[in-house]
């Protein structure tokens, strides 16, 4: 069954830096593409960032452009998150996802505490 196992969250001060990694098992992790998703509290779940299979091509929301860098090892089935220059309000539970088919998979998410 498709698994995702999301690490690396953390207490940060504004400006730091945290990386995320998720690790992927159930699936033929190279073919599909990769996302993260954060929640805020009182908030929707927001995409923050996208990977293609081969890793070729990123995309990410504009509140992150510039600070944040997905990235993914296709021999380790992990894919990660690198944020640096963080603020406030980068502070959320961070998601991995996977679509398969019709269906969207989650880790159970790490916590991102942005504060001095």
């Known amino acids: 069954q498709v698994q995702l196992v999301e690490s690396g969250g953390g207490l940060v001060q504004p400006g730091g830096s945290l990386r995320l990694s998720c690790a992927a098992s159930?699936?033929?992790?190279?073919?599909?593409?990769m996302n993260w998703y954060r929640q805020a509290p009182g908030k929707e779940r927001e995409l923050v960032a996208g990977i293609t299979g081969p890793g070729s091509s990123t995309n990410y929301a504009d509140s992150v452009k510039g600070r944040f860098t997905i990235s993914r090892d296709n021999r380790k089935n992990t894919v990660y998150l690198q944020m640096n220059s963080l603020k406030p309000e980068d502070t959320a539970k961070y998601y991995c996802?996977?679509?398969?088919?019709?269906?969207?998979?989650w880790g159970q998410g790490t916590q991102v505490t942005v504060s001095s």
């Open positions: 996802n996977v679509r398969i088919a019709i269906r969207d998979y």
């Open positions: 159930g699936f033929l992790f190279s073919l599909y593409p």
